[in-house]
């Protein structure tokens, strides 16, 4: 939540720190501002709503020229999203300018002290009282560096800041705590950025920080420290793609480029990791073999789309090692006192990476013995830096909020978290670890067969665009994938809808229907007879009270079709993968449908990309 940027160099601040800004965008759209040090002192800009805002206040009244800046584009916590409470936030002698990304916990203490000293607030954000106290350090004579971590020795909570000072032009510091910051080394200029896409189109070289690191840049150094002024270790590393990745590649959406990329992104994912026998090599996995083989059982903790990935994982993991697997919402683990320990494995499952209701869950596992594996789709990020080991998505860059190559990619490496831990295991036989390779080797291939026949998905939204109400069932992995159905309906259409497990609905649900209600059913493949049979029955139970059947299911289920207003054909897989194939129509309907409704689907309303927040 929350894009933060931050520039020193050559080129125009302004503009760097801008395109940066539209780049982080996805993670927040309540406000944008920007500051720079031009002639001594800080010159700042900012505006309620998006970017757009922004840039049309710059183009009226321009700042000055200058190399130094720092931007930011706000989720709204603290306040709401207008001119007063967007960031950049200037102290009250002007010489200081802050940004911020995370919450303050304690900020109501320190606003009192500050009022105590006749500093007033004029926002309602708890960023604020840190652009304040900062201020105050330097006005009492301390070097922005070390007022800085003055400061954060005094916050409590979450907080990536980055901040100006009007007398030290060509220099930005930056500090972390619980929320990401990356910094970007060029040549002649360096970066500050959230996440690498604040500054790809100039550097691919990037510095990851760890917690509790200060940062300063000049355009020729970046230097870090801890918030004691020692000096501190900080990781590079090199991002593995570029700018065209960042781009929207003729797609309206960067959602549906997402939905196109994902045969390549399941292909990417599985490259390099099996031998020609089928045999798996997670080589990346830092845990020992021996470690690996004492695990009693499974829990696996994720947010949102990332929480059913974890669902479907339970029923391959399950089936695959007889390791019990439990799933549990994130932001529910840490505040029931959950019984783990060490021949616990936790499976920490994220696409960014700082989601931090998964964060802390992996912080209070670890605390009690559990060692935590990530599955991440974001190098540099924090949750895989504190796990003890990590199987990365390679995706690639995953801008629309809404989650759907990250959700297809979490899912293959869960399964083959599942196979590899079948083989240490020996619960399966090498031929049947192989037999499952090959087939996770033909899903690209099935995904685009989808993608190709998405015509009749996209009419189908078109025709329900002013349905108030949508409802999504299935069983086995198709429950998930129901429930993932309808969150993509809900964050991208704003209309009611539902997932429920197909066997649930007579226990209640079934009640809602009626006559005007569409309903998605997930017909698992044949192959499970009892399955497959089971959830054709309830198809008909709801037929029978005149409810829109929408039926996915394979493309040649004659026992189906009869009961089906609109069948949408999967190509054959087998029951555990079915949620590759399963999922992407459901995907394409959400973000068509958004788009008949005419909203923006890329940055949907209320939401942002990375919840950095609990
Ligand atoms: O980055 P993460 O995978 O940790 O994010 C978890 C959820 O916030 C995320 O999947 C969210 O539910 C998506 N907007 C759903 O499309």
Known sequence: MCGIVGYVGTQSAQNVVVDGLRRLEYRGYDSAGVALVAQGQVASAKKEGKLANLEAELAAHPLP????????????????PNDVNA?????????????????????????????????????????????????????????????????????????????????????????????????????????????VAAFIEHTREAVELGQDQMVEITADSWTVTDFDGNPADATPYHVDWDLSAAQKDGFDWFMRKEIHEQPRALADTLLGRHAEDGSLTLDEIRMPVSELRSIQRIVIIGCGTAHYAGMVAKYAIEHWTRIPCEVELASEFRYRDPIVGPQ????????????????????????????????CNTNGSTIPRESDAVIYTHAGPEIGVASTKGFLTQVLACYLLGLYLAQIKNTKFGDEIAAVVAELETMPAKV??????????????AAFADNPSVLFLGR????????????????????????????????????????????????????????????VSNIQEIRARGAQTIVLAEADDDTVAPYADVLIG?????????????????????????????????QPRNLAKSVTVE
């Open 65 to 80: 020229e200058s190399g130094t800046g720092i931007g930011h584009t706000r989720w709204a916590t603290h306040g709401a």
């Open 344 to 375: 616990t494995l936790v499976v920490a499952i994220s696409q960014s990476g700082e989601t931090a209701d998964t964060l802390m869950a992996i912080r209070y596992a670890q605390e009690q013995g559990s060692k935590v594996l990530a599955i």
């Open 476 to 535: 086995h992995a198709g429950y998930p994938v129901a429930l993932e159905g309808a969150l993509k309906l809900k964050e991208l259409a704003y209309i009611h809808a539902e997932g429920f497990a197909a066997g649930e609905l007579k226990h209640g649900p079934i009640a809602v229907i009626d006559k005007d209600l569409p309903v998605f059913v997930v017909v698992p493949p044949r192959g499970r007879d009892m399955l497959h049979d089971k959830t």
């Open 87 to 195: 960031h950049p936030h200037v102290s009250r002698s002007g010489r200081v300018a802050l940004v911020h990304n995370g919450i303050i916990e304690n900020f109501a203490a320190l606003r009192t002290e500050l009022e105590a000293e006749g500093i007033t607030a004029l926002s309602e954000t708890d960023t604020e009282v840190a652009a304040q106290l900062l201020g105050r350090e330097v006005d009492n004579g301390a070097d922005i560096a070390e007022a800085m971590r003055t400061v954060c020795r005094r916050l409590e909570g979450a907080f990536t800041l980055v901040a100006v000072d009007a007398q030290a032009p060509g220099r930005v510091v930056a500090a972390r705590r619980n929320s990401p910051l990356v910094v970007g080394v060029g040549e002649g200029e360096n970066f500050l950025g959230s996440d």
């Open 570 to 602: 999967l190509p054959k897989v087998s029951t555990l993968l079915q949620p590759l194939v399963a999922t992407v129509p459901l995907q394409l309907f959400a973000c068509e449908l958004a788009t008949v409704k005419g909203h923006d689907v890329d």
């Open 448 to 461: 685009q067969e989808v993608l190709d026949a998405q015509q009749r998905v996209l009419d189908l939204a």
